[in-house]
């Protein structure tokens, strides 16, 4: 059989009888750590929460994968493998000399944009379309470039691509040799359109690269020192300080108080199992199962909490039988068992890994239009051959804004640390031989250009632009990723977004309110909401509401809430909340002033564009 081993099929499951597919391909791993390591699309991987990746070599094995990263900004995540369970599947089912090919883990090599043109240049895409369990490739050329609405650039290329498709590598052939200089990402749709697909760019896969490998943590272990000495003690020298690591007080305590009977019971067990026919003691076992030096083995920490907490509740004899009838603690640990709701039903447990959820630099820059004619010149007072482009939207919090830009800037030119100065064209636009040697945005080299969070050598960004009048001003910010407050409010909920722990939402008076999310823009069609700048607006949906006549149209903001003591009224302005915080303290108080009957009425006004309904109630 012929196949690329570095390209895997991904899965993942969304439902009893359903599962997402996508493709992914490994590329070198330059970290610390040992993890073999994956590129694919966000939107492959973003529908379910466990994934899988299917090889060539392996057919119809899966092989558990993690994702590391996603940037739903970019479009892309990191996968990581564990390079143990990686090995266990090349023994499995590979001999000579594939599986030594295979043990020293095959990549893909990343090329740069010198390799090929915006047109005319062949191009492979190798994949899964439409899940097909066997890889395909297709063949074709780079078409051009397609502008996306937040300043990305793809680049078209004519082979066929399709479902399944996203997250495989778009390849050249350069000097004897293959690279890659796109993931396939899209397919362009509609009456007339054959054909035609889109690709991430090798610039913005490079770009984003060292902060996903960022997230490749080290599984690095400290325990208390004091804890570490008693337990070694109890134990002896051979007891690894990494024991404790993660684990709850009670079972640190248990081990503590329960030393001697614990080891009693693990050899009279054999839970340890035995070699050369004597016990496997529990030191031995956690070198073998659990940790290696200064790190857990894959699945060692979720191994040491079940077997800790077994064997708190006396279950010795049962975790010796889970042992013996898994296959033993490697079997089980690398989930290549007889018995996978037994394992599933023991990794349950604990928490499984995180997934960082990473946001691309917000430039902050929208609407823009480029100077055409005498009268702009005349506006801003333009007496030379200056061109640019006139910013229309700001975002707040976003970079542009905190370098003290403005709506109605002019910008007329750019530097990117200490590099020549750049003038813009008549179009907005600047003329680049180094990035795919064509026209670009300023938002579009932006998005070359790697960032990061503490980055010892950041790109400095600097915009000369002209204000009313011709007042020069300079606007300048380092390429870096937004922190949680610089965030929109809205954000798109998924699987992996730590942003979905917030708001499940909330009853009051009989009524069930939600914080808006981009979801909800689109199920509800919210389209006002589709304005980049309203994302940033923290607004709460009523989701339900008492079936007595009130109507109140699905994706409605709540607006405002009041209530009257007899008196006077007592307001709530809901563009004074600004987290979900802000709305609960809110409700509460409302909730308790009717409680307590210091209202007589209370009144609500919700509304979407077009449509406004007040609902006054009486309280009882």
Not at 303 to 327: C, I, P, R, W
Not at 499 to 506: A, I, L, N, R, W
């Amino acid at each position: 059989m012929q196949y690329s081993a570095p390209i895997v099929r991904i899965t993942t499951p969304v439902g009893a009888n359903k599962e997402a597919v996508g493709t992914g391909f490994c590329i070198e791993n330059d970290t610390e750590t040992n993890d073999i390591i994956f590129l694919t699309n966000a939107h492959v991987v973003a529908p379910g929460a466990k994934h899988s990746i299917q090889l060539a070599w392996a057919p119809g094995h899966l092989v558990p994968v993690h994702v590391s990263a996603i940037i739903y900004d970019r479009d892309i995540a990191l996968l990581s493998c564990s390079r143990e369970v990686w090995e266990k599947t090349a023994n499995t089912y590979l001999k000579d000399k594939e599986l030594q090919r295979i043990l020293k883990v095959p990549t893909l090599k990343l090329g740069h944009s010198g390799m090929y043109v915006a047109s005319g240049t062949p191009v492979m895409c190798k994949g899964h379309p439409l899940g097909l369990p066997e890889q395909q490739v297709s063949y074709g050329n780079t078409r051009g470039v397609i502008n996306m609405p937040n300043g990305e650039q793809r680049n078209l290329i004519q082979a066929p691509i399709n479902h399944g498709n996203s997250g495989g590598p778009v390849l050249v052939k350069f000097q004897n040799d293959e690279y890659v200089i796109g993931i396939s990402t899209m397919k362009l749709s509609g009456k007339d359109v054959e054909g035609e697909g889109g690709m991430i760019n090798i610039n913005e896969i490079r770009a984003v690269l060292p902060s996903l490998k960022k997230t490749l943590k080290k599984t690095e272990v400290k325990v208390d020192q004091k804890v570490f000495q008693t337990l070694r003690n109890m134990f002896g020298a051979t007891f690894p300080a990494v024991i404790a690591a993660g684990l709850e007080p009670k079972k640190i305590n248990w081990l503590v108080e329960n030393g001697e009977k614990h080891l009693e019971q693990w050899d009279k067990h054999a839970v340890g199992g035995r070699v050369h026919g004597q016990p496997r003691a529990f030191s031995a076992w956690l070198m073998r199962h659990v940790i290696d030096g200064d790190k857990f083995l894959y699945n060692g920490d979720k191994v040491l909490h079940y077997v800790l907490e077994q064997s708190m509740l006396n279950n010795y004899d049962e975790l010796a039988e889970f042992k013996t009838s898994n296959g033993g603690w490697k079997a089980i640990r690398l989930n290549a068992n007889v018995n996978p709701l037994a394992i599933l039903k023991m990794m349950k447990q604990y928490k499984q890994d995180v997934t960082t959820l990473l946001h691309a630099p917000i430039l902050g820059w929208t609407n823009t239009q480029s100077t055409h004619n005498v009268d702009y010149k005349d506006y801003y007072n333009i007496k030379d051959d200056k061109n640019g482009m006139i910013i229309n939207t700001v975002f707040r919090d976003s970079l542009y804004a905190k370098g003290n830009g403005k709506a109605g800037d002019l910008v007329y030119a750019f530097q990117k640390n200490d590099e020549p100065i750049v003038h813009l064209d008549k179009e907005g636009r600047f003329s680049s031989s180094g990035a795919l040697g064509m026209r670009l945005s300023i938002a579009t080299m932006c998005h070359h250009i790697e960032w990061d969070i503490g980055q010892e050598n950041p790109t400095n960004i600097k915009l000369f632009a002209l204000e009313k009048g011709g007042v020069e001003k300079t606007v300048s910010f380092t390429m870096k990723t937004p922190s949680k407050e610089d965030l929109p409010a809205m954000h798109m909920i998924t699987p992996f977004n730590n942003e979905t722990q917030q708001h499940t939402g909330g009853k009051l008076l009989g009524f069930t309110f939600t914080q808006m999310h981009m979801n909800h823009v689109q199920q509800m069609k919210l389209l006002e909401y589709l304005d980049p700048v309203r994302q940033y607006e923290f607004k709460v949906l009523c989701m339900g509401y008492p079936s007595d006549g009130v109507h109140i149209a699905p994706g409605s903001t709540l607006m405002s809430m009041n209530g009257w003591d007899g008196e006077k009224e007592v307001d709530i302005d809901a563009a004074s909340w600004k987290s979900w915080s802000d709305f609960t303290d809110a409700m509460k108080n409302v909730e308790n002033a009717v409680k307590e009957k210091k209202l007589s009425h209370w009144k609500a006004v919700f509304g979407r564009p077009g449509f406004k309904v007040t609902v006054i109630k009486q309280v009882n």
